[in-house]
């Protein structure tokens, strides 16, 4: 160990005890109780029982098609969109149509999606669908006659459509936005007018041309977006098919189960969801990096009018009929928030109530303090670690960190139940139970992982050429650590870190398991009560829920530009 | 030292007067409990000293506002009375409590684990008790569990056919009932058998939630022992044989009924609370609850239209006591049984039952409450809702627990494709 590279030892000692040893210690617990192993439950001999019980379960052929058609099909539409979107933004029209107009706002009309809670938007967009839903409330029974609502599976559906659907509204945004900021770091304007002078239509520009560029900046986000579709279970809840439901949502219900000898082969089905996201996540890789390669010869065949009018007339109408939709669920769950009784086919809430507003006030104050708390510990850590480690990787290179890179992102790729039982059990013997800091530590395992995935791609487009410049001209290493990278790099730093706040502020089982219930928190009290499944109670406590994130978007999206003024 | 006692001393003191003049100057009247036994009574006393200045963490569901609320209350009795003060950790599910003391006892952390008292019954208790996870047995120790019918065969000994042995204390009363909209049914199917033929007149209008729900389990349950031959069997654990015997004309009743349910029985409510929800958007006409007072307290707090009704199969419906215990490792023992206690508390017991504050049924044996006592009850505001212990008819005994986890099992590999 030269003493040149003690800030990359430091570093990754930092990571290791910090986020690896965790997060193994967390896994481990999990793989032994798959194969058998349990001491809790005097369970002492390796065995594959489990792993047969697992898959004797009935329906779970049918469990898997569902968590993977369901998690491509959203992922792949999901990014289509906002790939047509960013290219809609870039796109000068002479044509002065309303939705063209809308342009300037585009980032200010997504945030509110991208801040609100994924079960608050599949219980807002539940009750949008629903056959009893405020869609079929508003033209019934005048237009459709129905008295009583029909028997349709508009949501719940047997092939997922419906959890698909709220999947692409949720995630759209976050691919969105994540795409117009990484697009800050390629000149677009310019590429897109020289090509455009070269006879390539707007269209066939963006393709050939934007989205090569775009891809590798946003490419860890689209596997975060792709992991999160296969693994969620509180859009599965609402939104899918529940007989049977999706792997994540069944692997839940078995550590939820009253036999707590399922612990056993519910392991082991966090295992296999384990994997099946880490083949997933290849099997993606793959097909990107197959259709790049084929899309090469199409993109050296020189041919530029293609104008694709289906495809293109597609992607018009779904993209504002996406987002439309996120904000009708949203604001529907506003007006539950202030109803009393909303009966069917009543347009409009029956009688209107403030009274879950005001009970608020009394009871959750030290819930949104220690939410704040953590959050914002847990997100300005993991950004500073996320700094960190790519400052040091930038100035000592190093092939380790790209191995170690994948031990972090495990925590995104099993089931947090999982992987929490036995983080817990590392933490008590190390007697940390249920102390702010705890908890605090426990979040940063998940945040990290996302400020990390949303800040690399931006951080490694940073042309080198400016440290290099700076450095000849005799600034000293904080100079253009500071003066450079991260002012330039301010607009991708604060949406990590915005997003780590967000990813905070949704934890529910760390908070609940690490914190031993003696941390409370706003998420605690929305899930606990969504349980109930109270739109009225959902509706005040999703709106609280999104409102920080929302605050720190906003900060993250406006901060820029005023300092950009200033300059 | 002087510190030490000059700080505790004061709410010592507090805390006798309070337990001295709490029957002279509380609204509610509650009294100084007196035992016979004074060696019980002098154990009790340390109980409530060791008790002074402590915090119960009461894990249990969080998905009801009015229990919420009830709890709370609770707290702030015990913290006037006895210096005790309760934190509700509000779990979406049971099993997250048990977890949280299993992954404890896998940390060898014996001593000061993190949960005081849990909202327990049935399969989480009786896997709790297995594995050797719970304190006591202490149910005798509680002053007011004189107010109890504890005999060996009694409601209050037996959670799920499993002997209670003291390990845990009633607090209250489960029934399960159906709920309509007496607007639109307004002859409600009163056996499992009409239950089919009014499913088949109202194709959609029923269903029941997911079997990995408990209440979806124990809407199969109440069918299973309404159509098996002989329900005695189901009091012995379930054997292969007795097994396919006993569920037969379930399964032949559930094959002809599955059809007509909502969305042809291919797809479920996640719980009742979304089932009852789905009653009140008008998609099916029958909710199902485990509390008589689920129609009245859903109108009170606007869940359900004013017209919800509570009906019970005429020959009774599945019924079960709601206890607390104490995890074998809690930091606050004491106080947990300072406020288990109060639980059984006559007072506390009909501010429960008042359908205004919660409307869950007292688990106290109304024959050992005196005169001034039972009257507390019987000036509890009534509603239309809310039936009477009478209306319930009989309730019907859990079966053992190992036919639930057979019925799941058997259910999901008929029906899950």
Redesign the interface.
């Known amino acids: 160990m030269s003493f040149k590279s003690w800030p990359k030892w430091l570093m990754l000692t930092a990571l290791a005890v910090g986020i690896l040893v965790p997060v193994l210690v967390g896994l481990g617990?999990t793989i032994w109780a798959a194969f058998g192993i349990?001491?809790?439950?005097?369970r002492h001999t390796f065995s594959f029982n489990a792993w047969q019980q697992l898959l004797e379960?009935?329906?779970l052929i049918?469990s898997l098609r569902l968590t993977l058609v369901s998690g491509f099909a959203a992922t792949t539409i999901a990014l289509t969109l906002a790939l047509f979107g960013s290219a809609w933004v870039y796109h000068s029209s002479g044509k002065k149509s309303f939705l063209s107009q809308l342009k300037p706002f585009v980032q200010a009309i997504l945030v509110p999606i991208l801040a609100a809670p994924h079960a608050a938007i599949a219980i807002g967009l539940a009750f949008l669908l629903?056959?009893?839903g405020w869609l079929a409330r508003l033209f019934s029974p005048w237009l459709t006659t129905w008295e009583?609502?029909p028997?349709l599976?508009t949501v719940?559906?047997?092939w997922g459509l419906s959890l698909t659907l709220g999947l692409i509204i949720k995630e759209l945004p976050f691919l969105w936005l994540i795409s117009l900021v990484a697009l800050k770091q390629i000149d677009v304007s310019r590429q897109l007018t020289l090509a455009q002078s070269m006879g390539y239509s707007h269209t066939t520009a963006w393709c050939k041309i934007i989205v090569p560029q775009l891809y590798p900046l946003i490419r860890l986000p689209v596997f975060v977006v792709l992991v999160y579709a296969l693994s969620t279970v509180d859009m599965a809840?609402m939104l899918g098919?529940?007989?049977?439901p999706t792997l994540a949502l069944a692997t839940m219900?078995w550590?939820?189960?009253?036999?707590?000898q399922l612990?056993l082969p519910a392991s082991a089905a966090s295992v296999l969801l384990g994997i099946l996201i880490a083949a997933s996540v290849i099997l993606w890789e793959v097909a990107v990096r197959t259709a790049m390669l084929t899309s090469k010869v199409m993109i050296r065949s020189g041919n530029r009018t293609g104008k694709y009018p289906f495809f293109t007339g597609v992607l018009t109408t779904a993209l504002p009929i996406t987002v439309m939709l996120g904000l009708l669920s949203l604001l529907v769950l506003a007006l539950w928030s202030i109803t009393?009784?909303w009966?069917?086919p009543d347009a409009f809430p029956t009688?209107w109530?403030y009274r879950y507003w005001l009970q608020l006030m009394t009871h959750v104050p030290l819930a949104v303090q220690h939410s704040i708390i953590v959050a914002l510990m847990s997100s300005g850590l993991a950004l500073t670690l996320s700094v960190a480690w790519l400052e040091v990787q930038d100035r000592l290179g190093g092939h380790l960190y790209k191995l170690t890179l994948w031990f972090i992102y495990l925590p995104l790729l099993v089931p947090q139940i999982a992987f929490l039982?036995g983080l817990?059990?590392?933490f008590?013997?190390l007697g940390l139970?249920?102390s702010m800091t705890t908890v605090i530590w426990a979040h940063l395992l998940f945040v990290f992982p996302y400020t990390m995935l949303s800040l690399v791609g931006s951080w490694r487009s940073l042309d080198k050429r400016y440290v290099q410049v700076a450095t000849s001209l005799g600034r000293s290493w904080w100079s253009c650590f500071w003066r450079i990278k991260i002012s330039l790099l301010l607009r991708p730093l604060l949406l990590a870190w915005a997003i780590g706040m967000a990813v905070s502020i949704s934890q529910y089982l760390p908070t609940?398991?690490i914190g031993?219930?003696?941390v409370e928190s706003l998420t605690?009290?929305a899930?606990?009560?969504?349980?109930?499944?109270?739109?009225?109670?959902v509706g005040v406590y999703g709106l609280l829920q999104a409102l920080v994130p929302l605050l720190a978007y906003s900060f993250a999206l406006l901060l820029p530009r005023l300092v950009a003024l200033k300059k | 030292m002087t510190l030490d006692v000059n700080s505790i001393l004061p709410k010592r003191l507090g805390v006798m007067l309070a337990l001295l003049t709490a029957g002279l100057l509380s609204p509610l009247g509650y009294s100084a409990t007196a035992s016979t036994d004074t060696s019980n009574a002098s154990q009790w006393q340390q109980t409530l000293e060791q008790a002074v200045g402590e915090t119960v963490?009461w894990?249990a569901?969080?998905?009801?506002?009015r229990t919420n609320d009830f709890i709370i209350w609770v707290g702030e009795q015990t913290e006037a009375l006895y210096d005790v003060k309760v934190?509700h950790?509000?779990?979406?599910?049971?099993?997250?409590a048990?977890?949280?003391v299993?992954?404890?006892?896998?940390?060898?952390?014996n001593t000061?684990g993190?949960?005081d008292m849990i909202w327990i019954n049935?399969?989480?208790f009786?896997?709790m008790k297995q594995?050797e996870l719970l304190h006591g047995p202490f149910v005798s120790q509680l002053p007011n569990s004189k107010y109890l019918d504890l005999s060996s065969n009694s409601a209050a000994s037996v959670d799920f056919t499993e002997a209670v042995a003291g390990l845990e204390v009633p607090w209250r009363l489960a029934r399960f009932v159906f709920i309509v909209d007496s607007k639109?049914v307004q002859q409600a199917p009163l056996s499992m058998a009409q239950m089919l033929t009014w499913a088949q007149v109202n194709?959609?209008r029923l269903t029941h939630p997911?079997i990995?729900n408990?209440m979806g389990s124990t809407f199969l349950k109440q069918a299973l022992i309404e159509l098996t031959p002989d329900p005695s069997v189901l009091q012995q654990p379930a054997t292969e044989q007795s097994f396919a015997l006993a569920t037969a004309p379930l399964w032949r009743w559930y094959d002809a009924i599955k059809p007509h349910l909502?969305?042809a029985g291919?797809?479920?409510p996640?719980?009742e609370?979304?089932q009852?929800?789905?009653l009140?958007?008008?998609?099916i006409d029958i909710a199902m609850a485990f509390d008589p007072a689920a129609a009245a307290a859903g109108i009170a707090s606007?869940?359900l239209?004013t017209s919800a009704r509570v009906f019970v199969p005429s020959r009774g419906t599945l019924g079960n006591i709601s206890f607390v215990a104490i995890p074998y490792n809690a930091s606050h023992t004491a106080g947990a049984k300072v406020v288990a206690n109060f639980l059984l508390q006559p007072e506390t017991q009909a501010q429960m039952q008042n359908i205004d504050v919660l409307g869950s049924f007292s688990v106290l044996d109304s024959n050992k409450l005196d005169a001034q006592q039972a009257q507390v009850f019987a000036n509890l505001p009534s509603s239309e809702a809310l039936p009477t212990l009478v209306d319930l008819g009989p309730t019907l005994l859990e079966p053992h627990a190992s036919w639930t986890?057979q019925l799941k099992q058997h259910w999901?590999?008929r029906?899950?494709?």
């Open positions: 617990e349990l001491p809790a439950l005097g379960l009935p329906g049918t629903a056959p009893s009583l609502p028997n599976a719940q559906d047997l809840q098919p529940n007989n049977p219900r550590y939820n189960d009253t036999n707590v612990l009393w009784r009966s069917f009688n109530s039982y817990k059990v590392g008590l013997r139970n249920g609940l398991m031993a219930g003696r605690i009290e899930v606990s009560l969504a349980s109930g499944a109270d739109r009225r109670l | 963490y894990h569901w969080g998905g009801d506002v934190k950790v509000k779990l979406s599910s049971t099993a997250e048990v977890t949280q299993i992954a404890e006892k896998a940390a060898g952390e000061n993190a949960v049935g399969p989480n009786l896997a594995q639109r194709p959609g997911v990995s408990f909502w969305r291919k797809s479920f996640e719980n609370a979304i009852q929800q789905m009140s958007d008008g998609e606007g869940l239209p986890t999901s590999q029906y899950s494709q």
